[in-house]
């Protein structure tokens, strides 16, 4: 199986917003919001043998995905995560042999927010992410080889804030923005991976986690991770 992708997000805004507001006494609420500029996912098995993958990616465009909760009390879970990324490629295979050829340029603003307001909440957590590029290849049972080249140079941006004016149980709060993101997994297999990824000069990383609350023996964890190169 061949794959050619050419993928270009060069004006305007890529925008996902999601809302709730709750009565009281709700059992559980899970709310999640996504926004991509551009985005590609393969998947494949022994059956087809060779895979090759050239994907080119490049977005100029503002991405943005929001999430707020407003909630009065009595809740027993509240989940809520917004995800923002400027190009995204996927590729997952099992017995095969993989080949990707990958190049991504973000050039446009990523950003995300996630926001929890509740008066009396239990079980609450409130994420975001923001990621210039991102670049995941999984293989199990089979030869992957990988080469990447990323650059980021938009601004990336990524909040997340619970205001809690009582809270039982546990609240948890966490932001994390990364310039460039790539990944190798391989699973009883051999691999080759070459990466290459840059921030560019005008380009910031900024993550913001915060929490207001009051408890009586409740728990609560705050953390905001920026990073503009990632590979693991």
Sequence with gaps: MDLIANQNQNTGVVSAYSKATLAPDLGTMVLNSQANGNNVAVSGDGASGLISQVINQNNASQISSITETSMCCNN?????????????????????????????????????????????????????????????????SGYTQGSVYQYSNGDINSYAATRAIWYNDSATVGAAAQGNSAVLSTIGSEGLFLADQNIGATGTVTATAEFYGMTNG???????????????
Excluded: C, F
Aim: glycine share 12%; aromatic share 4%; proline share 0%.
């Design 218 to 232: 409740g728990v609560g964890g705050v953390a905001a991770s920026a990073s503009g190169n990632g590979l693991v």
């Design 76 to 140: 027993l879970i509240s989940s809520q995560n917004a995800l923002a990324v400027g190009n995204s490629s996927a590729s997952s295979t099992y017995s095969a042999s993989a080949y990707q050829w990958v190049s991504q340029n973000n050039n446009g603003e990523v950003k995300s927010s996630s926001d929890t307001m509740t008066s009396d909440g239990r079980g609450l957590v409130t994420t975001s992410q923001s990621v210039g590029n991102s670049n995941l290849q999984y293989n199990n």
